[in-house]
T-cell receptor
Framework: GQNIDQPTEMTATEGAIVQINCTYQTSGFNGLFWYQQHAGEAPTFLSYNVLDGLEEKGRFSSFLSRSKGYSYLLLKELQMKDSASYLCAFYTNAGKSTFGDGTTLTVKP | ETGVTQSPTHLIKTRGQQVTLRCSSQSGHNTVSWYQQALGQGPQFIFQYYREEENGRGNFPPRFSGLQFPNYSSELNVNALELDDSALYLC?????FGSGGDTQYFGPGTRLTVL
């Protein structure tokens, strides 16, 4: 079957670094996405990994290990506006997608 | 702004009724996906349309159906509404999803409440 897990909540301090982990199980894996979702808003795209390794985009980086079914999102130099839910999602060759329930990140001063 | 719009923003229906939600994708985006997001949960994949054909479906009953039109608009239809259908319904469009790496752009969603 298909399964995806990520922590429910995390708290970090402004200016710090935080790593949000995501583990998944699926067949026909086609890629893993990370989205940011502020309360009451739609998800917005952050990153995409299809091959193993680290993808860096400014303050945000995402890592993928396909053999371990593992990904993480790394947020550096945290800002108050980074307080949001972070969703990981994998996509399969069959055109289906599965989202985790999201990790609610609270950034404190 | 993602260029993806949805209507209506909010909707209240009663159990047993039917509802049609609408989405307008970015011009040129051939793929649209629909998701149901309950409060505190991640989006659940309903189905995906590519060039007006359904090409992927999640674990939703047949009373959830859709249409995609040549003008980059699409519809989600839900028959025989149940209380558990109350959720945020999101559509997301992309150029040619499935080719690897194509970004999905989400609309703002339609909040459906079933009483």
């Amino acid at each position: 079957g298909q399964n995806i897990d990520q922590p429910t909540e995390m708290t970090a301090t402004e200016g710090a670094i935080v790593q949000i982990n995501c583990t998944y199980q699926t067949s026909g894996f086609n890629g893993l996405f990370w989205y940011q979702q502020h309360a009451g808003e739609a998800p917005t795209f952050l990153s995409y990994n299809v091959l193993d390794g680290l993808e860096e985009k400014g303050r945000f980086s995402s890592f993928l290990s396909r053999s371990k079914g593992y990904s993480y999102l790394l947020l550096k130099e945290l800002q108050m506006k980074d307080s949001a839910s972070y969703l990981c999602a994998f996509y399969t060759n069959a055109g289906k997608s599965t989202f985790g329930d999201g990790t609610t990140l609270t950034v404190k001063p | 702004e993602t260029g993806v719009t949805q209507s209506p923003t909010h909707l209240i229906k009663t159990r047993g009724q039917q509802v049609t939600l609408r989405c307008s994708s970015q011009s040129g985006h051939n793929t649209v996906s629909w998701y149901q997001q309950a409060l505190g949960q991640g989006p659940q994949f309903i189905f995906q349309y590519y060039r007006e054909e359904e090409n992927g479906r999640g674990n939703f009953p047949p009373r959830f159906s859709g249409l995609q039109f040549p003008n980059y608009s699409s519809e989600l239809n839900v028959n025989a509404l149940e209380l558990d259908d109350s959720a945020l319904y999101l559509c997301a469009s992309s150029l040619e999803f499935g080719s690897g790496g194509d970004t999905q752009y989400f609309g703002p969603g339609t909040r459906l409440t079933v009483l």
